[in-house]
C-alpha cells in the first residue's frame, strides 16, 4: 500500500497529460492479471464492489492486520485539514477517510476557538461510483452519530471524469480505488484540476482475505499490477505536480509521496 500527498502546482502538463490519456482508449487494459477491453473494465470493478461493499473495511482490517487504520491516519496527518476547507475524497464510498478528515477538523477546531464558525463552512464530499459503497458510508455516518452533520456531502461520481468546478477543491485524497481506474494518468489529471491545497492518495500493495473468491482475487491482482513507488511518482509528476518525492514506510509495503502545486 501506499500513500501520497500533494499540494498545488501550475497547470503545464496538463494538456499533453490529457493528450496521452485520449491513445488508450478502445484499448486493452488489466483488470487483475486478465487484458479486457476498456469499456468492460469499469462495469467488472463495479461489479467487485457491488459484491463486497457491506464487507470491505472489515476485509481491509483482515488483509492488513489493521495496519490499513494508521496508514489512513498517516494519509489525514499528511493531507493537514483545517476548518472551512474543502474536500474532496474520491472512491470513498465508505466514509473512512471522509471520517477520519471530519474528526481532524473538528479536533482542531476545539483547540482553536476562534476557528469554530469555519466549521459551519467545512465541505467535505465523499464520492465513490458505486452507490452500494455509498450506502454503507451512509449508514456508517448514521450510527457515528452524523447521520445530520451538513459537512458530509456524498455524491455518486467517476474518478476519471468528476463534476467539480477546476479549483473548487482546498484537498483531494483517494485511497485504494485508484488502482481500480482505467486510466490512472487520466484520474491524476482530475485530481489536478480540482486540489487547491493538498493531494494524498494511497493504493494497495499487499494480500488481501478470500471470501468471495472472484472478487477478492481480483482486487489481489489488482494491488500486484499496481506501478511501483518510482513509477508512479513520475506519472503524478506528469500530471503537473513538481517536487515529487516518497518516503517508504514498513518496509516498501506502505509509502508516502508528496509534491507541491505551485
Wanted: some cysteine; proline content about 2%.
Amino acid at each position: 500500500m501506499a500513500l501520497r500527498a500533494f499540494t498545488r502546482a501550475s497547470r503545464s502538463k496538463l494538456l499533453p497529460l490529457l493528450s496521452s490519456v485520449s491513445r488508450l482508449h478502445s484499448h486493452a487494459t488489466s483488470f487483475g492479471f486478465k487484458e479486457v477491453r476498456e469499456e468492460e473494465k469499469s462495469q467488472m470493478v463495479g461489479n467487485v464492489f457491488s459484491n463486497v461493499a457491506s464487507s470491505y473495511d472489515l476485509m481491509n482490517d483482515l488483509m492488513s492486520g489493521g495496519l490499513h487504520r494508521l496508514w489512513k491516519d498517516r494519509l489525514v496527518e499528511e493531507l493537514n485539514p483545517f476548518p472551512g476547507m474543502k474536500h474532496l475524497d474520491v472512491a470513498g464510498g465508505t466514509g473512512d477517510v471522509a471520517f477520519r478528515v471530519l474528526d481532524s477538523i473538528k479536533h482542531k477546531a476545539l483547540l482553536n476557538a476562534s476557528k469554530d464558525y469555519l466549521l459551519e463552512e467545512t465541505k467535505i464530499y465523499v464520492c465513490d461510483i458505486n452507490p452500494k459503497m455509498l450506502d454503507v458510508g451512509k449508514k456508517r455516518a448514521l450510527e457515528r452519530g452524523l447521520g445530520g452533520d451538513t459537512s458530509l456531502i456524498w455524491v455518486e461520481g467517476d474518478a476519471e471524469s468528476l463534476k467539480f468546478e477546476d479549483n473548487s477543491m482546498d484537498g483531494y485524497t483517494i485511497a485504494f480505488g485508484i488502482r481500480n481506474v482505467t486510466h490512472i494518468e487520466k484520474a491524476l489529471a482530475e485530481a489536478y484540476r480540482y486540489d487547491y491545497y493538498s493531494f494524498s492518495i494511497i493504493p494497495a500493495v499487499g494480500e488481501l482475505v478470500a471470501g468471495d473468491r472472484e472478487s477478492y482475487q481480483y482486487l489481489v491482482e489488482s494491488i500486484r499490477r499496481f506501478p511501483s513507488q518510482d513509477k508512479f511518482a513520475s506519472m503524478i509528476a506528469e500530471a503537473g505536480f513538481q517536487k515529487v518525492e516518497y518516503e517508504n514506510l514498513i518496509g516498501g509495503v506502505v509509502a508516502v509521496h508528496s509534491g507541491m502545486k505551485i
